[in-house]
């Protein structure tokens, strides 16, 4: 069973960059929720300023993992628990350099082909501001 990352109530998996965003299936890319933190008023399906929040983290430790510049197929698949089929298949159309794919290029398809950064953050919040 798993524990809800906020409050530890019985959780499911939440894609951070989810599925249909181009999410691929990783153990990374999972944030245990419960029914209330996943798709209630404070999860970040209903919630952008928590779903970005979340993808930012996510972003974060990609960042933290991956301090090469470059890494083969072999390596990404050991280091973030990929499924190799899978990841062959997320990762064909990459450009594959003679040291290998990109860390950026890597981060970036993760991601969702998007790369996040803190003034999402701030641009919701103007946002928030002129709504109210
Ligand atoms: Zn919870
Ligand atoms: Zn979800």
């Known amino acids: 069973m798993y524990k809800c990352e906020v409050c530890s109530r019985q959780a499911d998996i939440h894609h951070i960059v989810h599925k249909n965003e181009g999410g691929l299936d990783f153990p990374l890319n999972y944030k245990y929720l419960c029914p209330e933190h996943h798709r209630g008023k404070q999860g970040p399906h209903r919630n952008s300023k928590i779903d970005i929040e979340y993808?930012?983290?996510m972003q974060e430790k990609l960042r933290n993992i991956l301090n090469k510049n470059f890494y083969t197929m072999e390596e990404l698949i050991i280091i973030l628990e990929l499924n190799k089929t899978r990841a062959k298949k997320f990762f064909k159309d990459l450009?594959?350099?003679k040291e290998g794919y990109k860390k950026e290029d890597?981060?970036?398809r993760l991601m969702g082909r998007k790369i996040y950064d803190e003034q999402m953050l701030e641009d919701y919040y103007e946002?928030?501001?002129v709504l109210i």
Do not use: A, H, S, T
Request: net charge positive; charged share 25%; no cysteine.
């Open 55 to 57: 993808k930012l983290e």
């Open 95 to 97: 450009k594959l350099f």
């Open 106 to 108: 890597i981060i970036y």
């Open 127 to 129: 946002i928030m501001v």
